[in-house]
């Protein structure tokens, strides 16, 4: 029988009588648990009598929703092909610090030994001009002065020797 066939239902307080209604609970015909259609169940009406009836079946939950596959940015992409080749050159950066660490610090000591050079010639060089133009014996003055009277008018000659 397909499922959309209308099952008669049949219940003591039915208008116009139950045909069964003489029989009591125990005598009546009972359907076995693989007689009842699908989509019919035992239910108890509210008058206390047990009846067979279409149910609706339970909602069966929603299932959650999937998540859409979304396409990977451009800048995720970019950032990925970048990592390894910025780890890439500071590696290879590391490794020639490493090889160059000895002429490095070679140069660090010359480059301060040249500072110091410097410094050395801008306090020197003022000090070995300064000597070199002094002269090595003292200068000698002579002085000449001759004067008339007592009032009189005073002549004079101042002569550098060296």
């Known amino acids: 029988?397909?499922?959309?066939?209308?099952?008669?239902?049949?219940?003591a307080d039915r208008p116009g009588g139950d045909r069964l209604a003489h029989l009591s609970g125990w005598d009546r015909p009972r359907m076995l648990p693989e007689e009842i259609p699908p989509g019919v169940q035992v239910v108890t009406l509210p008058g206390?009598?047990?009846t067979l009836a279409y149910t609706q079946p339970p909602a069966a939950p929603a299932p959650p929703p999937t998540p859409a596959a979304q396409p990977i940015p451009a800048w995720a992409k970019t950032t990925a092909l970048l990592a390894p080749t910025v780890g890439g050159g500071i590696a290879a950066a590391s490794v020639g610090l490493y090889y160059a660490a000895p002429g490095l610090i070679a140069m660090s000591h010359a480059l301060w030994s040249a500072v110091a050079l410097i410094a050395a010639g801008v306090i020197a060089?003022?000090?070995?001009?300064?000597?070199?133009?002094?002269?090595?014996?003292?200068?000698?003055i002579t002085q000449?002065?001759?004067?008339?009277?007592?009032?009189?008018?005073?002549n004079g000659t101042i002569n550098h020797h060296r």
């Open 144 to 154: 000449n002065i001759t004067a008339n009277g007592l009032f009189g008018r005073a």
């Open 1 to 11: 029988m397909p499922p959309d066939t209308p099952y008669e239902i049949t219940t």
């Open 125 to 140: 060089i003022p000090l070995v001009l300064r000597a070199a133009r002094r002269p090595t014996a003292p200068a000698q």
């Open 48 to 50: 206390g009598i047990r």
